[in-house]
């Protein structure tokens, strides 16, 4: 019977002691287990600096390459009506500019936050409004002055209503310009 009750009496100090040891907590207060079940929101400070460093870094390199666009559009604008003054009209590469204009353009415009608006606008002003090939030089180069001067106005966390809209008069101008030369 005594080496029951010895048994008995080890069991219950190895209970006792097991107990003891699962209550136990760190020096910090918290448990010596740490829970399993973490937020993934909780990365350490530094790697949420760093991730909030590289979204910044990501979008000032965006903006910085819309003005470089909006700087391209205006300078080709500006040889496209020089070509004009010394020609009387616009060749197969002062069109292929004109191209290379649009697709700037259109960019600026998507990255500005605008959408496409051909629906009928473009048609409806070529066909309602005969304009001279030489106005219509002119007025697209100070419609892309327009533009560029609205990007430089915005910053990138606004959107710019009226950099929009010019972004769309030059396409609409640009568009007359290739089909009326």
Known sequence: ?????????????????????????????????????????????????????????????????MLDRGEEALKISEELEKAFEQNGRLNTQEINKLVAVEKLVKKIRKDLGGDDDEEGDSKGVAATTPI??????????????????????????????????????VLKLARILRIAR
């Open 1 to 65: 019977m005594n080496k029951g009750v010895a048994t008995l009496v080890f069991f219950a100090a190895y209970i006792l002691a097991g107990s003891v040891l699962v209550s136990a907590q760190a020096a910090d207060g918290g448990p010596l287990i740490p829970k399993v079940t973490q937020d993934r929101d909780d990365h350490p400070k530094s790697f949420k600096e760093i991730l909030t460093k590289l979204r910044i870094e990501k979008e000032k390199k965006e903006f910085d390459e």
């Open 132 to 169: 001279a090939q030489g106005d219509a030089v002119k007025t697209f180069r100070s419609t892309t002055v327009k533009l560029f001067e609205e990007l430089k106005k915005t910053t990138r966390f606004t959107v710019s209503a009226a950099a929009i809209q010019a972004s769309n008069a």
